[in-house]
């Protein structure tokens, strides 16, 4: 079992900037691949931004140019620095890691499987 646990959401005006990160424990042994999703109300769930164990990315389209992903993978934290944030930016921000079960996911260089999420923190950029 992975613990996942977020933070640094908050409300930004839209300009602004915000730093996620995303701290593991308990089996970290098995957390090459890590993910960053969010959630905005009444929408699914999509993936924000990927990253492998050798620093291997992958963003969605929208976040290009603004969100950059990165790890730690001394102390298992996975980050999100998001720049030029936007309305609609304003979600639920959840990561992930790999686990033997789960959903496959399949990202432009790498692939894997993402089973572990945490709570989630909420990033609010009003309009």
């Known amino acids: 079992q992975v613990q996942l646990v977020e933070s640094g959401g908050d409300s930004v005006r839209p300009g602004g900037t915000l730093r996620l990160s995303c701290g593991a424990s308990?089996?970290?042994?098995?957390?090459?691949?890590r993910g960053w999703f969010r959630q905005a109300p009444g929408k699914e769930r999509e993936v924000v931004a990927a990253?492998?164990?050798?620093?291997?990315?992958y963003y969605t389209d929208s976040v290009k140019g603004r969100f950059t992903i990165s790890r730690n993978n001394a102390n298992h934290t996975v980050y999100l620095q998001m720049n030029s944030l936007k309305p609609e930016d304003t979600a639920i921000y959840y990561c992930?890691?790999?686990?033997?079960?789960?959903?496959?996911?399949?990202?432009?260089?790498?692939?894997?499987?993402?089973?572990?999420w945490g709570q989630g923190t909420q990033v609010t950029v009003p309009f």
């Open positions: 992930a890691s790999e686990s033997e079960v789960g959903t496959w996911y399949v990202f432009t260089s790498f692939g894997c499987r993402l089973g572990y």
């Open positions: 308990g089996d970290t042994y098995n957390t090459n691949c």
């Open positions: 990253i492998y164990i050798l620093g291997t990315t």
